[in-house]
């Protein structure tokens, strides 16, 4: 992988902040509504986003390697998530947290915001291959956020636990899945379909950041920076499960790869904004949630630059 200069990494960072200022004032000093968030974020998630997803998988040339690298992302990914949720738990346990509380807590420890964050940058910073390999994180991450997750928020709203099935339905876990077939199947796409996909595709980082930075706008710094316990969250989240897992990435592995590269950045990602959207469905302190996203989000913005830096000089 190739050496990124200080410079470089902040400048990559810096580039996402800037996308999020349009949406912090608009949001800010209201020019858009709460409506219009809506129906953009409904965009991002159900067009906008797939579009990116099935546009890394056709951009790609196929080769071993790449295969070889996808199927070891998804056993690194898997694991990560496990033990990721087994440190959560602990540490609830340890700090002896009521049940709504401690469901915020192992969820957003556990679960990174691999989507509206994670992969826009990977693509902006490292490319469509390394996109590629991105997606196989995020549909591990789907799979444990619609089964596990989603029982964490069930079991502190009510006894029951179950999974529901039409959780997976998500236009953005549908994508991975069409875009893995068409990647391993070689199926060919006309550029009739492709470049109106590479289009939205393209629209993406833009309308992820400008959500970003409107959910900013829609929060009081002041309160934001007084939540003490948001703090512990992110001290999880951004720097002890990105730290062990590269240190076991570094110490087990013959060669760092841009797999390698990959995980590390998108477990460095802050907490997943729907931690908040669960908090609110099952009764939970959304507000407290709301605010875990939002600082995590603020301060990725400060550790990012550090894990792409060291991870580009291995």
Not at 26 to 34: D, P
Not at 42 to 61: E, G, K, Q, R, Y
Request: proline residues 3%.
């Amino acid at each position: 992988m190739e050496s990124l200069s200080l410079f470089s990494c902040i400048s990559s960072v810096l580039i996402f902040i800037l996308l999020a200022v349009p949406g912090y004032v608009s949001r800010r000093y209201k020019f858009v509504s709460t409506t219009q968030i809506d129906g953009f974020a409904f965009i991002l998630v159900n067009i906008l986003w797939p579009a990116m997803i099935i546009d890394s998988m056709t951009s790609v040339t196929i080769s071993k390697d790449l295969i070889q690298m996808g199927i070891y992302t998804a056993v690194i990914s898997t694991i990560v998530y496990t033990m990721s949720l087994i440190i959560a738990l602990a540490y609830v346990k340890i700090r002896k947290l009521p049940n709504a509380l401690g469901a915020i807590f192992i969820f957003a420890i556990a679960f990174n915001n691999t989507g509206f964050i994670g992969m826009p940058f990977i693509k902006e910073v490292l490319g469509n291959e390394a996109l590629f390999i991105a997606s196989i994180i995020e549909l591990v991450n789907d799979i444990f956020i619609f089964s596990i997750g989603l029982m964490l928020f069930q079991s502190s709203f009510s006894n029951k636990r179950k999974i529901n099935m039409r959780s997976f339905l998500s236009p953005g876990f549908i994508s991975v899945i069409v875009g893995l077939l068409i990647f391993s199947l070689h199926i060919h796409i006309p550029s009739l379909i492709t470049k109106p996909i590479g289009y939205l595709s393209n629209a993406t980082t833009a309308m992820a950041m400008f959500l970003v930075g409107a959910q900013l706008g829609e929060t009081s710094l002041k309160e934001l920076y007084k939540e003490r316990k948001a703090y512990e969250i992110n001290f999880f989240r951004l720097f002890i499960i990105p730290l062990l897992l590269f240190v076991f990435l570094f110490f087990t592995s013959k060669q760092w790869t841009l797999a390698n590269s990959v995980l590390v950045l998108m477990f460095a990602t802050p907490v997943a904004t729907c931690t908040a959207i669960f908090a609110r469905q099952y009764k939970c302190d959304y507000h407290f949630a709301t605010k875990c996203v939002m600082l995590s989000t603020f301060y990725s913005a400060i550790t990012l630059p550090i894990w792409l830096l060291l991870t580009s000089r291995i």
